[in-house]
DNA sequence: CTAATTGAATTGTGATCACAAATACACAAC
DNA sequence: GTTGTGTATTTGTGATCACAATTCAATTAG
């Protein structure tokens, strides 16, 4: 009965230095969001804006803005008690989500190749090299963060573009599960969906781009190609 | 000493009551989002915590939650001054807007159309019916209102949809001009597109479905359809 | 033992204050 | 008239406090 029950699951996310001119606000923002990137908070695990003031040693100020500001891109969600928790992940909104992801990327990569000049094309490429040595060392942090990069790189090209932000609330929202994507191209590299991508630039062939695209995104996802595959992971997650 | 003279232009934005069990803060942000779809505030036009605070005889917190909110949403936009303002309009940027929001709602249609049962069937026919009748009223607000149900209603059928955040961002960033654009269908609506979606979906036929939306959207935005004519609207809408 | 209840602790919301940085402005120098 | 410069004001940020609503725990009733 009176079982040394423990707090609620601790919340750990790796801290970062504040860097100079960055505010308290936007320090706490970059970490939640990291944690949430990284799966370092349990889906469904309520945030409270005073248990985090403390763990960050702030005032509930900043905590209150990043969450909201966290919970406007999806990464967060806010239930009708007004309480802030990571949102769990379904079969079906995996779908949904990636899906989401091939239709709105590959039309940011068509709408982008129009501005790829030869700078930019090297740019890729030289992200594409450092690709390939972070999977010979098989760091995965480092490989899904550079494919990120990767994406970001090819879709800023345009100057005018206006789907980043949208792009970025889906990867937020897929959270883990975008850096089990990057694990699994390890195995399948054989296929460098990448320089499909960077033929079709060069090329300036905007429906072979969109195809290489859409193949990257959903080889990367092919980890969940079954329902059942799928159900670990996220069951992987919630733990 | 100094009285307090406004030298900038006036900030006038249409109040609403405010429900019953509603924060203030979100009382504050439904009211500027209104403001901003209605092309209500100025681009370029600074927003200050304060100013809004005085006019809504509020405190600076629920309207420091609100911007923040907004401006994560992309309506409104975070100088690196930290100043808060309406972005300007470009030519490029309508155009990336509206192609964005074809490919985004084409694809959310058709993933919505599997869902779409005769109860939603009617829901849309009856929302269509509305639509025209406020065409022959000629009642802009409530079309563009009407509308936009429609297409949120047909999308939201899809019970694990992830993209209506996304569009509602993109509706936001194109604002006022969202408005022009049910305007525009009052002249053309000898082709009615929603009636060829309603019978794309009636039929199953996703494709058609897409090329109904589509075509639904670009010649709502046809008032735009050289850069002259865009260019008034957009000069209209900054003064 | 289960379920309901009640009181204590915790939570989000919103107001107020302090402060450093950014801005506006009057005035001097050219 | 144009440009620089100092001060006065305004601004966003962040801390602290008050309060109503919610959550949680122990206790009680069945």
Redesign the interface.
């Known amino acids: 009965m009176t079982k040394p029950m423990d707090k609620k699951s601790p919340i750990e996310i790796t801290l970062t230095e504040r860097n100079e001119g960055v505010t308290i606000t936007q320090w706490v923002y970059s970490m939640l969001r990291n944690a949430v990137m990284n799966g370092e908070i349990l889906p469904g695990r309520a945030l409270t804006i005073r248990e985090l003031a403390a763990l960050l040693d702030v005032s509930p100020m900043p905590i ?2 990043a969450l ?2 966290l919970a ?3 990464a967060l969600e806010i239930q009708g008690n007004r309480r802030v928790l990571v949102p769990h992940m ?1 079969a ?2 995996f ?3 990636c ?2 992801r091939i ?2 990327e590959s ?1 940011a990569a068509a ?1 982008a190749l129009p501005y790829i000049d030869n700078v930019k094309l090297d740019e890729l490429r030289q992200l594409d090299c450092l690709i390939d040595d972070a999977q010979e060392q098989g760091n995965l942090n480092k490989i899904s963060i550079l494919n990120q990069n990767f994406h970001r790189s090819l879709y800023t090209a ?6 980043l ?2 792009i970025e ?2 990867w937020l ?1 897929l959270g883990p599960f975008m850096r089990l994507a990057t694990n699994h191209l390890k195995d399948h590299y054989l296929v460098d969906r990448h320089n499909d991508a960077m033929q079709a630039i060069e090329r300036k062939d905007a429906f072979a781009l969109q195809i290489a695209i859409s193949a990257d995104i959903r080889e990367g996802f092919a980890f969940a190609s079954t329902p059942e595959l799928l159900q670990r992971f996220i069951e992987e997650s919630e733990s």
Chains 1, 2 share one sequence.
């Not at 345009?158 to 789907?163: D, E, F, I, M």
């Open positions: 209150r803005e909201r500001q406007a891109e999806g379904t079906m909104k779908d949904e989500l899906e989401a239709a709105i039309h709408r345009n100057p005018h573009q206006v789907t932000p949208l609330s889906i929202q």
